[in-house]
């Protein structure tokens, strides 16, 4: 069996984004600290685990149900975002633009890695355009990839025959990016989902 220090790089290794120089520098700065911080941080750790669940209405973590965002009134119910992940709903939620509501679809299609539709809440998706006559509007808003595309194309195709318009979020170049640094793709899209002033 490993030592302490070995076993907690290891564990921190396998963190998205942590090599092992990384690892490493977590590992001793949870050592230097108070003994106090290290067990706060398991804590927050085995709660999250505990705690947190998928919203039975949206797909977003939340500890109540429904989440905040499916109760919350002043939300636009006749709106929905489609979004990939949680995470995408918190990036969206710090930009404070958009106040409908959300569905997660816990992933993209990605036929290569073995990921259907079956693996997705796409179901859930059609059953609550189905059930809840006030959905208006879809926002397809998954990441502009192949996986992306192919999710929204799907979606689009499956959503077409219900009431509801369905949108797909924009890209091309960021707020405050250089042209000269933006990728072709990305260049494309800017100019083939221009609009007028």
Request: aromatic share 4%.
């Amino acid at each position: 069996m490993a030592d302490p220090l070995t076993r907690l790089v290891q564990q921190l290794c396998k963190l998205p984004g942590v090599g092992e120089r990384t690892a490493f520098r977590l590992a001793f700065h949870i050592l230097r600290a108070p003994e106090s911080y290290a067990t706060q941080l398991a804590d927050a750790i085995t709660q999250v685990k505990q705690r947190l669940r998928n919203c039975g209405v949206c797909g977003m973590l939340t500890e109540d149900e429904p989440c905040s965002i499916c109760r919350d009134q002043r939300r636009d119910g006749t709106i929905v975002m489609v979004v990939a992940a949680p995470q995408d709903v918190l990036a969206f939620e710090r930009g404070g633009a958009y106040r409908g509501r959300y569905h997660v679809l816990h992933g993209l299609l990605s036929p290569l890695d073995g990921v259907g539709p079956d693996d997705l809440k796409i179901g859930a998706l059609i059953t609550r355009c189905e059930a809840q006559s006030g959905i208006k509007e879809v926002i397809l808003a998954t990441s502009p990839s192949v996986e992306g595309d192919a999710t929204a194309l799907y979606l689009a195709q499956l959503l077409k025959p219900l009431a509801v318009t369905v949108s797909r979020i924009a890209t091309g170049v960021p707020i405050g990016g250089e042209l000269e640094y933006a990728d072709g793709v990305t260049l494309h899209r800017a100019i083939e989902e221009r609009r007028n002033v």
